[in-house]
């Protein structure tokens, strides 16, 4: 009992680290390993995995709509996700969180930039081991999901200079189709107890993203838009890392590049 209690502390002191910075995702539904720290799988509630989830976005370029112009997203999100693992093949979980994200864009010569406010993030998708070799440890499987949030403006500048504006709306819809390679290194094998093990497992991945993108208000009379614009690139070379521990808990961070700029890192506790 007092090991499940240390445990639970660990989670939320990490929780306050991953609000605070960013949380990635994990390679595969088979992980974390282990009965769970309350062994819902034979209670018949589980197995249920709880993920402390977010991401720094650094760069993310939009197509240009319209007037607009060099538009670009970035930003941070948080995210919490619950899921459910069935036969350890598919795992469907749901999203709740909070943004706080920016986006940039010319329009009539001038430079707009606009910070939103504090938005719920809410969404879900789900993964899917598709096959795995078990003496060489490779795997793979897909990960798809979607998230939409509805923010309104906290600032926003033209021309470097901060306005009181109307008519404001800050919406944004993503969603995202990945594929992801891994193989598992186990740090302290054990052929008897599978969960048990320490493990690093490397992974890549190629995913297929978009958003809608939905900035705009009004100043002086004059209408300013980013259009309802989307990815200029759509495309997402991926690479990170699970730390796996007999504790039931997974540790990841993660890299997203060519479509985006933006690092992860995370937490994922299974029960």
Known sequence: ???????????????????????????????PYGPG??????????????SFDGEWIFDRDLDDSGAATS??????????????????????????????????????????RVKAEEGLVIGGGGKVHVFEIPDNKLKLSLDGHYLYTDAGIQKS???????????????????????????????????????AVYSLIPYVGLAYFDSAVDTKFTFGGTDYSIGDTDNKDKF??????????????VFNVEGRFIGEMAASSGLTVKF
């Open 1 to 31: 009992m007092l090991k499940r209690v240390l445990i639970l502390i660990i989670i939320l002191l990490y929780a306050q680290i991953a609000f605070a910075a960013t949380a990635g995702n994990v390679s595969d539904p088979k992980i």
């Open 37 to 50: 720290i309350f062994n819902t799988k034979d209670s018949g509630y589980g197995p249920i995995t709880l």
């Open 71 to 112: 538009a670009d997203l970035e930003g941070q999100q948080y995210l919490f996700k619950v899921g459910y693992t069935f036969a350890e093949v598919v795992q469907p979980y749901i999203t709740l969180g909070v943004s706080t994200l920016r986006t940039f864009w010319n329009q009539g010569g001038q430079e707009l």
């Open 157 to 195: 500048e033209i021309s470097g200079i901060s306005r009181s504006v109307s008519a404001e709306e800050f919406t944004i819809a993503q969603w995202q189709i990945t594929g992801i390679i891994s193989m598992e290194f186990p740090l302290n094998y054990d052929r008897y107890n599978s969960a």
């Open 236 to 249: 997402l070379l991926i690479g990170g890392l699970d730390f796996t521990s007999p504790e039931n808990i």
